[in-house]
């Protein structure tokens, strides 16, 4: 069955600051997707970004990449360059065949000034 | 060019009541999702439609049921209201053409709280 894991309930960054979000996975099958999320207070999801199994490179969206480690099933979200309006809960999520989301716990990151 | 659009925002509702959520997906998109996300917890998968019909179902019980219009808008009922279904519902939209890497659009969901 498919498993993700997010083992960081709470996240403290100073603003400006880089910050890793860890995000594990399992599943028994070669082909899948690792999106993820933000979700602020107001309760929309909001894409960030996208990493296929087969992609040979690690996905970047501006200040966003994904650090891939498919032998170590990872899929950690690096976010640069942190900013206030970053503070917010982030989900990853994996998706095999047809378009089933399945999430994380989620991290709550919180960017101090 | 409007996203997701979800009715209504809040909603509250007595134990053993029926309830609906609205939603209507991105333009262009033709595959709508449903998700519970419990306080805390990440969003749980309920179902899928495409072409008017229910293509995936995660583990919900048959008091979940939903529906899929031309428009390609869809409904969510919970009938049978119990405390534990106090949650957000989200409805997420794709289309299907983009492929299953194309990310899932979600909109801001309807608060439901049962007492």
């Known amino acids: 069955a498919q498993k993700i894991t997010q083992t960081q309930p709470g996240m403290f960054v100073q603003e400006k600051e880089a910050v890793t979000l860890d995000c594990t996975y399992d599943?028994?099958?070669?082909?899948?997707?690792l999106f993820w999320y933000k979700q602020p207070s107001s309760g929309e999801m909001i894409f960030l970004i996208y990493?296929?199994?087969?992609?040979?490179q690690n996905a970047t969206e501006g200040r966003y990449s994904l650090n891939f480690q498919k032998a170590r099933k990872s899929a950690n979200l690096v976010i640069s360059a942190s900013q206030l309006g970053d503070s917010a809960m982030y989900f990853c999520?994996?998706?095999?065949?047809?378009?089933?989301?399945?999430f994380g716990q989620g991290t709550r990151l919180t960017i101090n000034p | 060019d409007a996203g997701v659009t979800q009715s209504p925002t809040h909603l509250i509702k007595t134990r053993g009541q029926q309830v609906t959520l609205r939603c209507s997906p991105k333009?262009?998109?033709?595959?709508v999702s449903w998700y519970q996300q419990a306080l805390g917890q990440g969003p749980q998968f309920i179902f899928q439609?495409?072409?008017?019909?229910?293509?995936q179902r995660g583990n919900f019980p048959d008091r979940f049921s939903g529906h899929q219009f031309p428009n390609y808008s869809s409904e969510l009922n919970v009938n049978a209201l119990l405390l534990g279904d106090s949650a957000l519902y989200l409805c997420?939209?794709?289309?299907?053409?983009?492929?299953?890497?194309?990310?899932?659009?979600f909109g801001n969901g309807t608060r439901l709280t049962v007492t």
């Open positions: 333009s262009g998109h033709d595959t």
């Open positions: 599943t028994s099958d070669p082909s899948y997707g």
């Open positions: 990493q296929g199994s087969y992609d040979q």
């Open positions: 997420a939209s794709r289309r299907t053409e983009s492929g299953y890497n194309s990310p899932l659009h």
């Open positions: 439609y495409y072409e008017e019909e229910e293509r």
């Open positions: 999520a994996m998706e095999q065949g047809a378009q089933k989301l399945v």
